[in-house]
């Protein structure tokens, strides 16, 4: 997780462990909430492995959709056969450091079988600190921040309606932290 239990009970002010199964939970409720591609920020928190599935090789680039971009792992793809081949990694190049990073072939794409899903790009995306080892996630401090203020409020508010007091939304609050990072990919 992006913020450790020791860290939202800090945040949260709570010195015992009586909730500490609940405060767990909502952690990974924040999470989720920003994380991965249908989070709120459309990237990635920690290491995660996944898959990129396409009908076709693109006439150039392929732009990954989750950054921050790891590495690749694999670029597979049917043959004109319906048999799976890889790339050789030699035979493109990848720009993690862009975002969203991108893959670019030296050249062309070989062609691909006339079907569905017929390539298949597996990466790695999130928030790495290379300088220990093994490397840890380095979630930046803003979105760490961000998803200690979610906390805090699923922690404080734990029904979906508040009586007897008016509710109002804090000026400048996690949703404003988190946008400078929030990826659209349709603008990429």
């Known amino acids: 997780m ?5 860290e939202a009970k800090l945040h949260l002010r709570v010195d015992y462990t009586d909730d500490d ?15 991965g591609p249908n989070g709120f920020l459309g990237r990635a928190l920690i290491d995660q492995t996944w898959d990129l599935v396409l009908d076709t090789f693109p006439t150039n680039e392929i732009k990954i959709p989750i950054p921050p971009l790891i ?12 048999l799976e081949q890889a790339v050789d990694p030699a035979k493109y190049t990848v720009d993690d450091v862009n975002e969203p990073g991108w893959i670019v072939p030296d050249g062309t794409w070989p062609a691909t079988f006339q079907g569905i899903n017929a390539v298949r790009i597996r990466f790695r995306a ?11 996630g380095e979630v930046p401090g803003d979105i760490k921040a961000a ?5 805090g409020s699923l922690y404080a508010n734990r029904e979906d309606v508040i009586t007897g007091q008016a509710a109002v939304a804090l000026p400048w609050g996690a949703d404003q932290l988190l946008r ?3 990826i659209d990919l349709s603008m990429a």
């Open 2 to 6: 992006p913020v450790t239990l020791a």
């Open 21 to 35: 199964t609940l405060i767990t939970m909502l952690i990974d409720a924040a999470t989720s909430y920003i994380d």
């Open 71 to 82: 590495e690749v792992l694999s670029v597979s793809y049917d043959d004109p056969s319906g």
């Open 126 to 136: 999130g928030y790495v600190d290379q300088s220990f080892s093994p490397p840890v």
């Open 147 to 151: 998803l200690l203020i979610y906390l």
């Open 180 to 182: 400078r990072k929030r």
